[in-house]
C-alpha cells in the first residue's frame, strides 16, 4: 500500500516542481519600452485621420434638429394596408394595390420565398401582363406524428399550384389569382381560390403582404400612419383583421351605434359583453340546440336519421357563428375587432368578417 502511494506522490512532485522552474512572464508588461518606430506611407497615401466616422453619412438628409423631439413609440396594434383592396368572384380574385407593378412582382416573389423555399416561374404574355406560376406547393400543415402517417401511408395532402396575372394601369396595379389543384397525370384546372379555404387563406396572406408594403416610405413608426393614409383594411400582428371606424377616438356606446347601423349585422347584448352575427339571432348555431343527426347517401344526398343535441360548433359553418365585439382604440382612430378564436381557422374567418362588414 506504501509502496502504491509513493508511485503516485513522485509523478505530482515533479509536476509542482516543473512548473515553479518555469518563468512567469505576468508582468513583463510593467518594464516593456514602447516602440518609437513611425509607420513610413506610400506615395500618394492619404493621411490618416482620426474622427467619428458615421455609415451612409451622405445620405443622412440632415444633422440639424428640426423640431421638438419625439419619444420613439412602439408600433401600433394595427397596421394599414393602404391602398390594397380585394373582390372576391367565382371565376377569380382580383387584387388592386397603388404600388408599381415591379415592387408588387418583387413581393410576391419574395413571399413565395420565404414561406416556402421556392421560386416563381415568371413569363410575358401579349397585352403586357406579366404572369407568375408556382412550383406545387403543399399548405396544410402537418404534425409529427401526421407526416410520419403520410410517409408510412403514402397519402400526402392535397398540393396546389397559384397563378398571378399582374397588370400595370396608371397609379394602379391590378393582379388576378387563380389556382389548381395538382393530379398527378392529369392537366392544371384553375378555379378560384375561393373554391378551397386553404387556397382562399394563402391568397389573402400573400394581399396583406404586398399592402403592408405601403409602409416602407419610412423606417419611422411616427411617420408610417400618414404614408399609408386612412385605408380600407387593418390587420394586427397575428394577422387578424380590424375594421376602422372613425379617426376620432370614441367611447364604447359611440363605437356600438356605428356598427349597428350596418345594413344586415346583427348585435346582441349580455353579460360578457356584445356579439355580432351576420344572421339573425335566433338563426345562430348554439351548443345544446336539437339538430338532425343525418348520413350521407351519395350524390350529395344526405338521409337524416334521428335529432341530436349539438356538443359543439365544430361542424357550424362561420356564417352561422356569433362573435365577441371588441373596441381598441390608437393615436389614429378607433377600431373593431371580431373575436375569431373559437374558429377552426380564426385568421380567415376574420378576413371573411371584415369583406363582409366593408361591403355594406
Not at 513611425?38 to 434638429?65: M, S
Amino acid at each position: 500500500m506504501i509502496k502504491s502511494f509513493s508511485v503516485l506522490i513522485m509523478p505530482l512532485a515533479l509536476i509542482a516542481s516543473g512548473c515553479a522552474v518555469v518563468k512567469d512572464h505576468g508582468l513583463d508588461y510593467q518594464s516593456a519600452a514602447v516602440n518609437e518606430t513611425k509607420l513610413v506611407l506610400p506615395e500618394d497615401a492619404q493621411a490618416p485621420v482620426d474622427k467619428l466616422v458615421i455609415p451612409n453619412d451622405g445620405k443622412v438628409a440632415t444633422l440639424t434638429p428640426t423640431g421638438d423631439f419625439s419619444a420613439p413609440r412602439a408600433q401600433m396594434i394595427y397596421q394599414s394596408l393602404g391602398g390594397a383592396d380585394i373582390f372576391l368572384s367565382e371565376s377569380s380574385v382580383n387584387l388592386h394595390f397603388d404600388q408599381p407593378t415591379t415592387r408588387v412582382l418583387a413581393t410576391l416573389k419574395g413571399y413565395w420565398r420565404d414561406n416556402y423555399e421556392i421560386e416563381l416561374e415568371e413569363q410575358t404574355i401579349e397585352n403586357g401582363a406579366t404572369t407568375l406560376v408556382t412550383a406545387p406547393v403543399q399548405l396544410q400543415e402537418q404534425g409529427g406524428w401526421a407526416a410520419l402517417w403520410s410517409k408510412i401511408t403514402r397519402l400526402y395532402p392535397d398540393k396546389y399550384q397559384f397563378r398571378y396575372v399582374l397588370q400595370g394601369h396608371e397609379n394602379l396595379t391590378e393582379v388576378t389569382v387563380s389556382m389548381a389543384k395538382v393530379v398527378e397525370g392529369e392537366d392544371e384546372v384553375w378555379l378560384s381560390p375561393v373554391a378551397d379555404e386553404l387556397a382562399l387563406r394563402e391568397t389573402v396572406r400573400s394581399w396583406s403582404k404586398i399592402g403592408r408594403r405601403s409602409l416602407d416610405g419610412s423606417a419611422l413608426l411616427s411617420e408610417q400612419t400618414t404614408i399609408a393614409g386612412g385605408g380600407k383594411y387593418w390587420v394586427d400582428h397575428q394577422r387578424l383583421f380590424a375594421m376602422k371606424l372613425d379617426s376620432a377616438q370614441l367611447s364604447d356606446e359611440q363605437a356600438i351605434a356605428k356598427l349597428d347601423v350596418l345594413p344586415g349585422v346583427y348585435l346582441s347584448q349580455s353579460e360578457q359583453g356584445y356579439s355580432l352575427s351576420l344572421v339573425p339571432e335566433e338563426k345562430v348555431a348554439r351548443v345544446g340546440d336539437i339538430v338532425d343527426f343525418t348520413l350521407p347517401t351519395g350524390n350529395g344526398e344526405s338521409a337524416k336519421l334521428f335529432k341530436v343535441k349539438r356538443r359543439n360548433l365544430n361542424d357550424v359553418d362561420w356564417q352561422q357563428r356569433q362573435y365577441p365585439v371588441t373596441v381598441q382604440r390608437q393615436p389614429n382612430g378607433t377600431f373593431i375587432q371580431l373575436d375569431t378564436s373559437a374558429d377552426s381557422n380564426p385568421e380567415l374567418t376574420s378576413f371573411r368578417l371584415a369583406y363582409q362588414l366593408t361591403q355594406r
